[in-house]
């Protein structure tokens, strides 16, 4: 069975600070693919990044970066300068490779993050 | 745009009621899901459907149903008889590809029962 774990509940930042929120996961599988989404206020999931479990590379995009490491199965996501806008709660998720039957997603159970003036 | 629908986006229902959250999208994908959201449990599968007239059970699918008629549509029912039906619920849908993974949410249906 697959499993998400973001230990990290609740977070909370000044502005302009930098933040990492941690994720590790669970999988049989050796083909995976693992997920960020942000969920604002509004409550829907806005997609961040998905990473295949081949691509160990790190990626920046503008003040998000992501630290892919398949030795401790962690995907951590860093917001660098932390900003107002990047309050919401981030999930973390992963998917097994379609194998002829629709693949689902596990999700963590979500860190809070609270950016403050 | 091609995008996921649900509807409505607030749903207040008495106890021992059914209700039916809609779901329908134009992005041709096939596999469709239903999501829970309870606060700090995550999100939850329910269902899921990889093409029409398909459909499997998730992780907590007791209490409620689902249909798969039309590749656009995947409502969801929400029984009597599921014990705490008061939850967020998202629609998610994906192309069937076997290596595309963009899934695709709605904005979601809080439904509350009084």
């Known amino acids: 069975a697959q499993k998400v774990t973001q230990a990290q509940t609740e977070i909370s930042v000044v502005e302009k600070e930098d933040v990492t929120l941690d994720c590790v996961y669970e999988t049989r599988d050796t083909t995976y693919y693992l997920f960020w989404y942000k969920q604002p206020p509004s409550g829907e999931l806005v997609f961040l990044i998905r990473?295949?479990?081949?691509?160990?590379q790190n990626e920046i995009s503008g003040r998000y970066s992501w630290n892919f490491q398949k030795s401790t199965s962690s995907f951590n996501f860093t917001i660098t300068a932390s900003q107002v806008v990047d309050s919401a709660v981030y999930f973390c998720?992963?998917?097994?490779?379609?194998?002829?039957?629709?693949?689902?997603?596990?999700f963590g159970t979500g860190t809070r993050l609270q950016v403050t003036l | 745009d091609g995008g996921i629908t649900q509807s409505p986006k607030y749903l207040f229902r008495k106890e021992g009621q059914n209700v039916t959250l809609s779901c329908e999208q134009n992005?041709?994908?096939?596999?469709m899901y239903w999501y829970r959201q309870d606060p700090g449990q995550g999100l939850r599968l329910i269902y899921y459907?990889?093409?029409?007239?398909?459909?499997q059970k998730g992780d907590i699918a007791e209490g409620y149903s689902v249909s798969r008629e039309k590749k656009e549509s995947f409502p969801l029912t929400v029984t009597s008889a599921q014990k705490n039906p008061t939850a967020f619920y998202l629609c998610a849908s994906r192309s069937g590809g076997p290596f595309n993974y963009g899934y695709t949410f709605g904005s979601g249906t809080r439904l509350t029962v009084v």
């Open positions: 459907s990889q093409i029409v007239n398909d459909f």
């Open positions: 990473r295949n479990s081949f691509d160990e």
């Open positions: 992005l041709n994908h096939d596999a």
């Open positions: 998720a992963l998917s097994e490779v379609y194998t002829g039957t629709a693949s689902k997603l596990t």
